[in-house]
Antibody, heavy 121, light 109 residues
Framework: QVQLVQSGAEVKKPGASVKVSCKASGYTFTSYGISWVRQAPGQGLEWMGWISAYNGNTNYAQKLQGRVTMTTDTSTSTAYMELRSLRSDDTAVYYC??????????????WGQGTLVTVSS | SYVLTQPPSVSVAPGKTARITCGGNNIGSKSVHWYQQKPGQAPVLVIYYDSDRPSGIPERFSGSNSGNTATLTISRVEAGDEADYYCQVWDSSSDHRWVFGGGTKLTVL
């Protein structure tokens, strides 16, 4: 069965970086894209960006350009999301989600369990 | 940038029909997807491409999309349907991105 298993909770200080992992299993990793979505406490869903597991192409949300980097390691079927220069308003649960195919405009059919990132001094 | 507008809350009695709307400029020309999120859990896709249901989603869930409004309809509502629901579209107009609505809290009375 398809599973996306994310790394554990993180506590970071303002200005630091965080890297969240998302290990996929149960399907051919390179045949699908991965999006990252975050949710601040008590708030809605915010799309952060997408990466093709096939060729590494990326598309980042404009507001995060320059602070976010998404990568994949096809040898371990793992996607990564690194966010730099953390601020308090980056405190959120971060989700990886699989698109229904290789293209980025396909809906998300499987989600990771979420990773809480807390930014606090 | 494209904006999706959802009512913050909808309440319905068990066994009745709930309708959750998602408004956007000419949204009928886009494909709308819907997610259900229960407290402390990741979202789950319940409707995609306006009205298709993933396997495992009950037939009680249906969707429609026309003009400036997309609607998620839940028939014969059960207590277990209580959750937040989010609509989503792909905005290919300017900066090619996913857009989510603000979410609707469905309360089963």
């Amino acid at each position: 069965q398809v599973q996306l298993v994310q790394s554990g909770a993180e506590v970071k200080k303002p200005g630091a970086s965080v890297k969240v992992s998302c290990k996929a299993s149960g399907y051919t990793f390179t045949s699908y894209g991965i999006s990252w979505v975050r949710q601040a406490p008590g708030q809605g869903l915010e799309w952060m960006g997408w990466i093709s597991a096939y060729n590494g192409n990326t598309n980042y949300a404009q507001k995060l350009q320059g602070r976010v980097t998404m990568t994949t390691d096809t040898s371990t079927s793992t996607a990564y999301m690194e966010l730099r220069s953390l601020r308090s308003d980056d405190t959120a649960v971060y989700y990886c989600a699989r698109g229904r195919g290789t293209e980025q405009q396909l809906p998300f059919d499987y989600w990771g369990q979420g990773t809480l990132v807390t930014v606090s001094s | 940038s494209y904006v999706l507008t959802q009512p913050p809350s909808v309440s319905v009695a068990p066994g009745k029909t709930a309708r959750i709307t998602c408004g956007g400029n000419n949204i009928g020309s886009k494909s709308v997807h819907w997610y259900q999120q229960k407290p402390g859990q990741a979202p789950v896709l319940v409707i995609y491409y306006d009205s298709d249901r993933p396997s495992g989603i009950p037939e009680r869930f249906s969707g429609s999309n026309s003009g400036n409004t997309a609607t998620l309809t839940i028939s014969r509502v059960e207590a277990g349907d209580e959750a937040d629901y989010y609509c989503q579209v792909w905005d290919s107009s300017s900066d090619h991105r996913w857009v989510f609505g603000g979410g609707t809290k469905l309360t089963v009375l």
